[in-house]
């Protein structure tokens, strides 16, 4: 089955996107939606920290992108860019919104949007993927040197 694109299931997290809070809503078809509580450990003095934003962003992205990949597939980023629009502020309820835009056999463009509980347009994000075989174990008894 390795034309089988792999959903995530509800609960797929990666510990970094655990570790963030960052909650995956969907995942499927090369769309994915992921939300953020913007707390203390996201946001400086001006509002939430654009690092902060862009791993948001990009967690999005990866998992929009995984539910387009085969099962013998995986993908790196190599390029993102980001504009910021609009502050977001500790408390907000931040929602990514992730949209596979262009799908090649090597290459996968996203779209992203950042927006807050009242719908305004905080950040937007646009992510080149190049898509590359997973690694495979290595076979038992072969030689590993």
Excluded: Y
């Excluded at 655990?18 to 969907?26: H, I, V, Y």
């Excluded at 902060?52 to 998992?63: S, T």
């Excluded at 387009?68 to 629009?85: A, G, R, S």
């Excluded at 076979?139 to 040197?145: F, L, P, T």
């Amino acid at each position: 089955m390795p034309d089988t694109p792999q959903t995530p299931p509800p609960n797929d997290q990666t510990v970094f996107g655990q570790f963030l809070g960052f909650a995956l809503l969907e995942a499927k078809d090369g769309v994915s939606r992921v939300r953020m509580d913007a707390n203390e450990r996201h946001v400086h003095p001006g509002g939430v920290q654009g690092g902060a934003f862009m791993a948001f962003m990009d967690h999005a992205v990866h998992l929009a992108v995984t539910s387009l990949c085969t099962m013998d597939q995986t993908h790196t980023t190599i390029e993102f860019k980001v504009n910021f629009m609009r502050p977001g502020k500790k408390g907000d309820i931040l929602t990514a919104t992730s949209t596979v835009i262009s799908r090649g056999s090597r290459i996968m463009v996203a779209e992203t949007e950042v927006r807050n509980q009242n719908g305004d347009l905080l950040t937007k994000s646009m992510s080149t993927e190049m898509i590359i075989p997973k690694p495979q174990p290595p076979k038992s008894g072969a030689s590993q040197g």
